[in-house]
C-alpha cells in the first residue's frame, strides 16, 4: 500500500497551497493521517494529524492558524490546506498513516507508512 500526496509547488510568501494525500488501498489498523515536513539541511518535524473520523485535528504550534488539516467527504483522502505561506514553511512534506499506538501524535514512530513526500517552496 503506498500513500500518493500531491499538490506541492511554489508560491509566494502570503499564498496557499493544497497538498492531499490518498491511500492505494487499506491500511490495517490505520485510525489516522498526519503531515510532516522536512527542510533542507534540519530533522523531519510534525506539521498536522486528524482522525479518520474528521475528530481531534492537531497541530504544531509553527502552523495553528495558518494550516488546516481536514479528511475528504469519501474518507479517503487527507488534505493539508496552507494559507498565509511563509518562506520558512518551505520543505518536502510528507503524509503518513498511523498504525501504532502508545506515543504522542507528533511522533514519527507512530507511523507506519509513509508517502514519496511533494515539495513546497516559498518565496520571499
Known amino acids: 500500500v503506498q500513500l500518493q500526496a500531491c499538490g506541492g509547488g511554489l508560491v509566494q510568501a502570503g499564498g496557499s497551497l493544497r497538498l492531499s494525500c490518498t491511500p492505494s488501498?487499506?491500511?490495517?489498523?490505520?485510525?489516522?493521517m498526519g503531515w510532516f515536513r522536512q527542510a533542507p539541511g534540519k530533522e523531519r518535524e510534525f506539521v498536522a494529524a486528524?482522525?479518520?473520523?474528521?475528530?481531534?485535528?492537531f497541530y504544531d504550534g509553527s502552523v495553528q492558524g495558518r494550516f488546516t488539516i481536514s479528511v475528504g467527504n469519501y474518507k479517503n483522502t487527507v488534505y493539508l490546506q496552507m494559507d498565509s505561506l511563509k518562506p520558512e514553511d518551505t520543505a518536502v512534506y510528507y503524509c503518513a498513516a498511523a498504525t501504532r499506538k502508545g506515543l504522542p501524535i507528533t511522533d514519527g514512530f507512530l507511523y507506519s507508512v509513509w508517502g514519496q513526500g511533494t515539495k513546497v517552496t516559498v518565496s520571499s
Open positions: 488501498g487499506l491500511i490495517f489498523n490505520n485510525y489516522a
Open positions: 486528524i482522525s479518520w473520523s474528521g475528530d481531534n485535528p
